[in-house]
């Protein structure tokens, strides 16, 4: 059984940095694709950021240059550096594994910036 747990959400005043981290376990991390979504109240769950097995790497364009995505594959653990934060990305954010043809989901950090 697949199983993500995520943790480092909080509230940080807007300029600060945050590091999210997904431990996962039940499946062969090394060749399953991760991926960090958000979402806000009313909105679909956007895509901010993967990391392929073989290690290519995606951004959304509203965070390229501020946030990082990384893995450890000794650890089973994806990382989502946030930093030069805005209000605009306060939202919560799920842990994404793809493997075996199926998606997996974590339960969600909550990732609150003040202005």
């Known amino acids: 059984q697949v199983q993500l747990a995520e943790s480092g959400g909080g509230l940080v005043q807007a300029g600060g940095s945050l590091r999210l981290s997904c431990l996962a376990s039940?499946?062969?991390?090394?060749?399953?694709?991760m991926a960090w979504y958000r979402q806000t109240p009313g909105k679909q769950r956007e895509l901010v950021a993967s990391?392929?097995?073989?290690?290519?790497?995606y951004y959304l364009d509203a965070v390229k240059g501020r946030f990082t995505i990384s893995r450890d594959n000794g650890k089973n653990t994806v990382y989502l550096q946030m930093n030069s934060l805005k209000p605009e990305d306060t939202a919560a954010y799920y842990c994404?594994?793809?493997?075996?043809?199926?998606?997996?989901w974590g339960q969600g950090a909550r990732v609150t910036v003040s202005s």
């Open positions: 994404n594994l793809l493997w075996g043809g199926n998606a997996y």
């Open positions: 039940g499946s062969d991390f090394r060749t399953s694709g």
């Open positions: 990391v392929a097995a073989r290690g290519s790497l």
